[in-house]
């Protein structure tokens, strides 16, 4: 079962398939999270954990990108 904050993250990295931290920041951000970097950070280590999410660093930046398993729970298969 994902948090409501989970979801939204999930489908934001689903939608674009590959994207930085950075801009992941700026979405929450943008989206009215308080502390938005902090928020980001604990739950993209949660879905990491959770094996939805894997951490990739092309060119030194920090990106995510959704895996299977991510992309069968936003599908609600799981």
Known sequence: MLTKTEEI???KIAQHQ???????????NSS???DAKSVTEAVTRGLISKNM???????????YVITSGGTRALNGKI
Do not use: N, Q, Y
């Open 18 to 28: 590959l994207i930085t931290k950075a801009e992941l920041v700026a979405f929450m």
């Open 9 to 11: 993250i999930l489908k």
């Open 32 to 34: 009215g999270t308080s």
């Open 53 to 63: 999410v894997s951490s990739v660093s092309p060119a030194g930046s920090t990106c």
